[in-house]
């Protein structure tokens, strides 16, 4: 299994620092909003940065880049559609970020929505997947559409059901708490929820999830479920096609308070 380190920053993000399978001490980090407590936790565990890989162009996901390239230039990878600091190797569905001497390879899935031309990189079981998809949630809709968002979510929700999601930011709770309230009876989501509210009060990640559970528990990967589309529908008022369903419980979601 991949050996990822959480690196927390701002007040709920997660910068993932990825080893390299032959070579733990060597590291890529994925999507380095804050420049700092990359190097404190480079320094604390004797890691060498060795690559960046972005998913989109928000602050909080590149706002450490171009500081931690000052510290030593490494193969940097990002989204061919938006502007990111640096001069990454831009990439798009289909592309390949390789880095042949550390034995990792990911592939580029499009995955827009949240931004126009956000990414996720898939590979070695994992995908890292920016602020797409999180664990019993979605991201916002800043720069894309409903129906992109819905084929976004379709592909990831498509990968392999083992496959563990990196996500970038620690919203499980709540977001768990408004799947409950789309679908009250998810007995799946509510014993998830006691597992996450015990990891939070012992402070511990909620992430990475996977593929499997989010089926189970997440509202916007079950738009096609009966009672998400009754929710959906009731709330709405009207009969609602999946792409519609999806845009209610998001808006839904957008004024939610557990």
């Given at each position: 299994?991949l050996q990822?380190?959480?690196?927390?920053a701002?007040?709920?993000?997660?910068?993932?620092?990825?080893?390299?399978p032959?070579?733990?001490?060597?590291v890529?980090?994925?999507?380095?909003g804050d420049?700092?407590?990359?190097?404190?936790t480079?320094?604390?565990?004797?890691l060498?940065?060795c690559?960046?890989?972005l998913t989109?162009?928000h602050h909080?996901h590149?706002?450490?880049?171009?500081?931690l390239l000052q510290?030593g230039?490494?193969?940097l990878?990002?989204?061919a559609?938006e502007?990111?600091?640096?001069e990454?190797?831009?990439l798009?569905?289909g592309d390949?970020?390789v880095f042949?001497?550390?034995g990792?390879?990911f592939t580029?899935?499009?995955?827009?929505?949240?931004t126009?031309?956000h990414i996720?990189?898939?590979?070695?079981?994992?995908?890292f997947?920016?602020d797409?998809?999180?664990?019993?949630?979605?991201?916002?809709?800043?720069e894309?559409?409903?129906?992109?968002?819905?084929?976004?979510?379709a592909?990831?929700?498509?990968?392999?059901e083992?496959t563990r999601v990196y996500c970038?930011?620690?919203?499980?709770?709540s977001?768990?708490?408004?799947?409950?309230?789309?679908e009250p009876?998810?007995?799946?989501a509510?014993?998830?929820?006691?597992?996450?509210?015990n990891?939070?009060a012992r402070?511990q990640a909620?992430?990475p999830?996977?593929?499997?559970?989010?089926?189970?528990?997440?509202?916007f990967?079950?738009?096609?479920r009966?009672?998400?589309i009754?929710?959906a529908?009731a709330r709405a008022?009207?009969?609602?096609?999946?792409?519609?369903?999806?845009?209610?419980?998001?808006?839904?979601k957008?004024g939610?308070?557990?």
């Amino acid at each position: 299994m991949l050996q990822v380190t959480p690196v927390r920053a701002f007040a709920d993000n997660y910068i993932w620092l990825i080893h390299a399978p032959h070579e733990p001490r060597k590291v890529v980090a994925v999507d380095p909003g804050d420049a700092e407590p990359v190097r404190q936790t480079l320094r604390a565990h004797s890691l060498q940065l060795c690559g960046i890989l972005l998913t989109h162009h928000h602050h909080d996901h590149v706002g450490g880049v171009a500081s931690l390239l000052q510290d030593g230039r490494v193969p940097l990878f990002g989204p061919a559609t938006e502007r990111v600091p640096g001069e990454p190797q831009l990439l798009r569905e289909g592309d390949h970020a390789v880095f042949a001497d550390l034995g990792l390879q990911f592939t580029v899935l499009d995955v827009p929505g949240h931004t126009a031309g956000h990414i996720a990189f898939v590979g070695h079981g994992a995908v890292f997947c920016g602020d797409t998809l999180f664990s019993g949630g979605c991201g916002r809709l800043f720069e894309g559409t409903a129906e992109q968002m819905v084929q976004s979510l379709a592909k990831l929700a498509s990968l392999p059901e083992e496959t563990r999601v990196y996500c970038a930011h620690e919203y499980t709770v709540s977001n768990l708490q408004f799947s409950l309230a789309v679908e009250p009876d998810n007995a799946s989501a509510d014993e998830y929820l006691h597992e996450c509210r015990n990891k939070r009060a012992r402070d511990q990640a909620t992430v990475p999830s996977d593929i499997r559970r989010e089926l189970k528990v997440n509202p916007f990967l079950r738009c096609d479920r009966q009672t998400v589309i009754r929710a959906a529908e009731a709330r709405a008022g009207k009969r609602l096609n999946r792409t519609e369903v999806f845009a209610v419980i998001r808006q839904w979601k957008d004024g939610f308070r557990g």
